[in-house]
């Protein structure tokens, strides 16, 4: 029954996701379009410095740009969970909690599709900023500068970033890769905990699940200061910073998959 949640999962979320993959696309192209410009053409000294329309078009694109992917960075993640609330904890919810399925098989069926859904846009993220920025580098950089030459001087700025403050940068790199494959299914874990919380309160539910999510991510960020605060350099800051934040999410998508399966299981009993 897990496969066919799931299936149903993905059937009532893959337009959304699909429109905001699409709309990275349109953005990442807008983005690169805007150092076609000739102001930054003229950065690499090959050309007079310049400033006309098309420059003028050229920043205004860079700050659209800019907050587009702010809007759908967080818009997935408003949207699913809108869709969890509406899905769970209204008429529509009714009708789910009627299948012949456990908590456990709604709930995972849930996390794994949003998870997915929010890996699909975190890559597309990524992507584009990588395309935005190589072509920013590009534009600016002299010619003939290989981009070997590029990632062989940001290897060495690694290097020497090592040697000067004694932080592993394969490790951060590494935890920093694991922590974000994790923790699109950890934070939608959480989310989902928050709005669930809400429901233990009689007026404004949704607004309390919101705020208790917001309340959630704040007491993170307070624990994982509170440790690094133990950090006596910048590179024992650094080797610690992203276990921290790795471990404290795992405990916190734990605890709130509990509290949701809780909130559940009482709705049911109340129904």
């Given amino acids: 029954m897990l496969g066919k949640l799931i299936k149903h999962e993905w059937k009532g979320t893959y337009r959304m996701g699909c429109l905001m993959l699409g709309a990275m696309a349109a953005i990442t192209f807008l983005g690169w379009l805007s150092f076609r410009a ?10 007079e410095a310049s400033f ?7 920043m205004f694109t860079v700050m659209i740009y800019a907050m587009l992917l702010a809007c759908i960075t967080f818009g997935i993640r408003i949207y699913l969970g809108a869709r969890f609330y509406k899905t769970m904890y209204t008429d529509e919810g009714y009708l789910t909690h009627t299948l012949p399925v456990t908590k456990n098989q709604i709930l995972a069926s849930k ?3 949003s998870g997915l859904w929010t890996l699909f846009i975190l890559l597309s993220v990524c992507l584009s900023l ?8 590009w534009t600016v950089i002299p010619e003939g500068f290989l981009p070997a030459d590029f990632f062989a001087a940001v290897w060495e700025m690694m290097e020497e970033m090592e040697s000067v403050f004694g932080f592993r940068a394969a490790h951060f790199v590494g935890m920093w890769i694991v922590a974000s494959l994790t923790g699109v ?17 009689p007026r404004a ?19 994982v200061s509170m440790f690094r605060s133990f950090a006596t350099t910048i590179g024992v800051y650094m080797n610690i910073n992203m276990d921290l934040r790795f ?5 916190a998508a734990a605890l709130l998959y509990a509290a949701s399966y ?9 129904a």
């Fill in 38 to 47: 000739p102001v930054w053409k003229s950065m690499n000294g090959g050309s």
């Fill in 111 to 113: 996390i794994l599709v």
């Fill in 52 to 58: 006309g329309w098309l420059d003028i078009f050229s």
């Fill in 262 to 270: 809780l909130v559940i299981s009482r709705k049911l009993n109340l």
């Fill in 205 to 223: 539910r949704l607004l309390m699940g919101i705020l208790f999510y917001i309340l959630i991510l704040v007491a993170e960020q307070m624990l």
């Fill in 247 to 251: 471990l404290i999410d795992l405990l």
């Fill in 130 to 137: 990588f395309i935005l920025v190589f072509s920013m580098v």
């Fill in 185 to 201: 299914f950890t934070s939608n874990a959480i989310l989902f905990g928050a709005i669930s919380l809400g429901q233990l309160v």
